[in-house]
């Protein structure tokens, strides 16, 4: 049962310091499980030209707004309370003194301490309590002595910067379907279409993503879908776990030309059957496919910012977002239900397009959405065979992936982004793939910045290859000698530790794949690429610190110690992939990933100090609580 409002008031005593400058103290009292809290706060403003009143004595009434996170504020926000300030003219001064922004952000700032804050910062404090202001920023860290009324209130949990990930897909988390094997993959669909019965058309296909032939035994077919009768007649697209294939139901066919060519740059799997797309073949099904209006977009948005905050992000890198989706983010920014920030690369259908006109950069305000970068493609993913290789797969003699755009195109297309500002992130995987992003992103810093070394140009541009998966060992060095970011997601390296080698061969696998504490010094960013893999950033990390499956807690056929974990990270390390990695790589270092004055008011509480848990604990660690701009957006109990 909400509790009636009720008016707290408190005094203000002013202390005049001259004529220009003003401090002020705070009292308030308020009424917290039955017993009352002293509350303090300091500010100082002074004089401006702008608003000005004279002051006798101030008085503040507050109307705190339970419904807006549980506990009424400490101090209180414009958004969560009513306020009045009534004020006559100080007899004799004759002055008058204002109330700045700087007072007004103290004046309404809501203080919140803790059994420990990590703040993340350069050099980290020891502190307990921070205070958020009007405007969803930190406004001041400190440390509250062991007596006093902020330590004697203390909420229970440590708090620590909210987390990032800097490689996901928003829309399609919100749609996902994962299933592993055929029997279940069939049983999920058709519970689907038990539940939605309108679901299956051909204007309303069923969409899902999940499926890994690997755990398949062979590439599926159409045919698969035909053994259920739920099934058979209906409209199926099913992405595969990489997102580089889609298997798709002979409803979906018989919309295709019978005898549909080759496409550069893809694959049609047609042996045992059809019914797979790969990469570039992807875009004649995608093109049939009727896409959903932006008020189901709106509904899967929302369910995924409300998943992704239980995990404990407050912001993600949203990795590919065509232009009409980037104008729907726009109105739905900073709405009520968007509680995730989001740093958005625009993207095409065409996936590769030379800058359409329609994309143009934007900063929300306040920090909720960000679009001044782009994704291109380079090639396919490894798990079928689609990233491209610069000697052929150890596996499969003669086949070394597709290339989605040839190198001088893919220059092209990331000179011609970067000219119109963009940050230019490149998807790679496979070696060829990653020598030809890195020669693109070289060319376009050297138009750049003529004058200037690559390098130099590289840390105010900050271009990114997305994945960085197999890197030759001297693309490696080039990339440590520009800077150009890698955009890392850990848990790849833990999926594909059971066919990689097989894939690779032993000694590429060594010296080129799944490299993390060789890149230390570029600023590696972490993710994790879901829907593809689970996005609790804890498992990442995990991933990250021990190069063993989140899922089981082994490494390599089911081996008790991690893979390669002579590239393992530190839990400091892997934390700052997650916080001030996506920051930097994001354009918003001093903002994101840390706590301090100044930066976003984003923060998430652990019942427990991450270093003092059990690294296995990682697997399965809950949040407490996720703070997003000094709003609570989830609580676990």
Known sequence: MTPPPRMVIGCLNVVLNGLTDTTAHIE?????GGSKQLERGDFGY?????????????????????????????????????????????????????LGQYAADALFAETHCYQGVLTNGAADQDVNCFSVSSAGNFYKVFSASSDSKWAENARPGFAMPGLWDSHGHLLQYGEFLNSTTMNEIRGRVGKYVDEHPEAGTEQEWIRGIGWDQMALGAMPTADEFAVDERLKDLYIMLDRVDVHCIWVSQAVLDLLPKDIPDIPGGEI?????????????????????????????????KSAMKQLNQYGLVGMHDAGVSAGDLNLFKELAGSEDWTVRVYAMAEYYDRNAVCPDPVERYNDPNGFLNIQSVKLFADGALGSWGSAMIDDYSDRPGISGS??????????????????????????????????????????????????SLAD???????????????????????HAIGIIPSIQPTHATSDMAYAEQRLGKDRTQKEAYRMRSLLDIRPILGSDFPVEPADPFQ????????????TGLGANGAADGWHTEEALTLD???????????????????????????????????KRLEDLDIEDLRSLHVKETWVAGKRVYSRD
């Not at 030209?49 to 109307?63: C, D, G, Y």
């Not at 990469?279 to 008020?295: C, G, R, S």
Request: some cysteine; hydrophobic content about 45%.
């Open 28 to 32: 308030t009292q308020r009424d917290i």
């Open 46 to 98: 002074s004089l401006d030209r702008h608003t000005q009143f004279n002051i006798l004595s101030l008085a503040l009434v507050f109307k705190p707004n339970y419904q807006s996170g549980g506990l009424p504020p400490v101090i209180g926000t414009r958004r969560d309370m009513s306020w009045l300030i009534s004020a006559a003219t100080i007899a004799g001064l004759g002055s008058l003194v204002t």
């Open 269 to 301: 799997v047609r042996n045992p059957g059809m019914g797979v797309f790969c990469d570039n073949a992807i875009a004649p099904v995608m093109a049939l496919w009727p896409k959903p209006d932006n008020k189901k977009k709106s509904v899967f948005l």
């Open 403 to 452: 290339l989605l755009v040839n190198a001088s195109e893919l220059t092209y297309r990331a000179v011609s982004w970067a000219t119109k500002g963009f940050q230019v992130n490149i998807h790679a995987i496979g070696d060829l793939a990653n020598r030809y992003a890195v020669d693109a992103q070289t060319a376009a810093l050297r138009l750049l910045c003529p004058c200037e």
């Open 457 to 479: 140009c590289q840390a105010r541009h900050r271009f990114r290859i997305e994945h960085s998966q197999i890197i030759h060992e001297d693309d490696q060095a080039r990339m």
């Open 540 to 551: 990442g990390i995990y991933a990250a610190v021990t190069r063993k499956s989140p899922h």
């Open 573 to 607: 390390q892997a934390i700052r992939g997650f916080t001030q990695g996506p920051a930097y790589g994001g354009f918003m270092e001093g903002k994101a990933g840390v706590i301090q004055v100044g930066a976003y008011a984003d923060w998430i509480v652990l019942d």
